[in-house]
């Protein structure tokens, strides 16, 4: 198999090419042509490795990004269709290696197959070349797919974080409220109290509900020492 392309894409050239060839062979294969193994451990492997890349590029890209957020962004990532998606990008659906069954009944289109592949060529990477290696691999084809706008919006969201917290340390829900509205009909502002867990309350108001409630969790955050003072009024979306 001349896998010289394949190789030029992910940007890493393979010292021990039979991992790559073993990363390539699916199960189906294996059986129907005797060979020792197919890429199921690989595949095993690859998912690991894939995951801790990913978790630290995120750790380090998005440094005010909350646990909850991080975790979804890395699901988006890895998620089989975007994985798949990958595969088909790199070419891998026409290099792997099906048995003829698996390939009549279009195993080389389905995405668990071709998300599997590639996790597979990354634990071939891994154990070729060792974890800074995948790492460079992973950086290199995941290098324009995180998302940008989406991650700073939801970085201000003062109410997510809020109920993350007093989860995290009451094991329940801050309870808001709004409390009055201020001026005419066109130019009217609400008031809102947010009460933690704890009891302990807070006061803030808004152009809309919305942003008088984002603004109350901003100050409960305050507080509470996870959100720095001095950040501008969210837009509440």
Known sequence: MDTVELEQCIHHRFSQVKLLHLALTHSSYANEQGCEGNN????????????????????????????????????NLVKEKSLASIARGLGLDRYLLLGRGEDMQGGR????????????????????????????????????????????????????????????????????????????????????????????????????????EQNAARKALELLGTQKPGHQEPDGA
């Open 109 to 212: 289109e389905r995405d668990s197959l071709l998300s599997d592949v590639f996790e597979a060529v990354i634990g071939a990477v891994f154990l070729d070349s060792g974890f800074e290696n995948a790492k460079r691999v992973v950086a290199g084809i995941f290098s324009d797919r995180w998302p940008e706008n989406t991650v700073m919006r939801e970085a201000k969201d003062y109410k997510s974080r809020l109920q993350e917290e007093t989860q995290r340390l009451f094991q329940a829900r801050p309870v808001y409220v709004l409390t009055g509205t201020e001026g005419p009909e066109h130019e009217k502002v609400f008031e809102v109290r947010v009460t933690l867990p704890d009891e302990s309350g807070f006061e803030a108001s808004g152009t809309s509900v919305k942003k008088a």
């Open 40 to 75: 199921e451990r690989l595949e095993f492997l690859g998912d690991a490795v894939l995951e801790l890349c990913i978790s630290e590029e995120a750790y380090k890209r998005y440094p005010l990004v909350p646990e909850g957020h991080l975790t979804r962004i890395r699901s």
